[in-house]
């Protein structure tokens, strides 16, 4: 029942910057840990950055310095300030919500393409 949509992926040139957007709707009790987790063609879904209950942020190491991800609790939104991007940061980009009971819930995703 809780569900998320990402918005925001795009076809951009190197060095420019994109936002992306996470919506949750359903059910949702407290202030759950979200993050961000991309996927490329053969590879695993990896760990882009995360936010917790208490707005602590991680990120990857080849996010540090250009990528932020905050959130508006009041809008059960999360976001994911991407700049300076590189062809190496494509892919899809998945939002993700961890719940207490069910685990990890994942977004249908948002490509991500950045051309040389």
């Known amino acids: 029942q809780v569900q998320l949509a990402e918005s925001g992926g795009g076809l951009v040139q190197a060095g420019s910057s994109l936002r992306l957007s996470c919506r949750a709707s359903?059910?949702?009790?407290?202030?759950?840990?979200m993050g961000w987790y991309r996927e490329t063609p053969g590879k695993p879904r990896e760990f882009v950055a995360t936010i917790s209950s208490t707005d602590n942020t991680n990120y990857a190491s080849s996010a540090i310095g250009r990528f932020t991800i905050s959130r508006d609790r009041a809008k059960n939104m999360v976001y994911l300030q991407m700049n300076s991007l590189k062809p190496e940061d494509t892919g899809v980009y998945y939002c993700?919500?961890?719940?207490?009971?069910?685990?990890?819930?994942w977004g249908p995703g948002t490509q991500v393409t950045v051309s040389s």
């Open positions: 359903g059910s949702i009790s407290g202030n759950p840990p």
């Open positions: 993700n919500i961890a719940l207490a009971r069910t685990g990890f819930i």
